[in-house]
Nanobody, 121 residues
Framework: QLQASGGGLVQPGESLRLSCAAS????????VAWFRQAPGKERAFVAS????????QYADSVKGRFTISRDNAKNTVYLQMDSLKPEDTALYFC????????????????WGQGTLVTVSS
């Protein structure tokens, strides 16, 4: 199971760090990604990190502001979000797949429950 946490309400320009923890298992061998879904919109790719790291991929909209990283010893993947904008407001999901990373949500087998990020002044 995946547990996403760290969401909250912040003002534009502030930062948040999301965490995705694998409970009862390990991320070893798994690539992990973050997706987000804003109200009235489809789920969209945000970032992914390859199973062995450090290779990463980012959506153009977050490149340079978000950083994905992993700590396999803690079975946790992080999404550091800086310079947040109102358009980053969404429900953020982490997902995992055994194998190499991809930006396609359909390729991920395991999903967390989502954590809400709201960016508003």
């Amino acid at each position: 199971q995946l547990q996403a946490s760290g969401g909250g309400l912040v003002q534009p320009g502030e930062s948040l760090r999301l965490s995705c923890a694998a409970s009862g298992g390990t991320f070893s061998g798994y690539s992990v990604a973050w997706f987000r879904q804003a109200p009235g919109k489809e789920r969209a790719f945000v970032a992914s990190i390859n199973r062995a790291g450090p290779a990463t991929q980012y959506a153009d909209s977050v490149k340079g502001r978000f950083t994905i990283s992993r700590d396999n010893a803690k079975n946790t993947v992080y999404l550091q979000m800086d310079s947040l904008k109102p358009e980053d407001t969404a429900l953020y999901f982490c997902a995992a797949r055994y194998g190499v990373f991809t930006i396609r949500s359909v390729e991920y087998s395991y999903w967390g429950q989502g954590t809400l990020v709201t960016v508003s002044s």
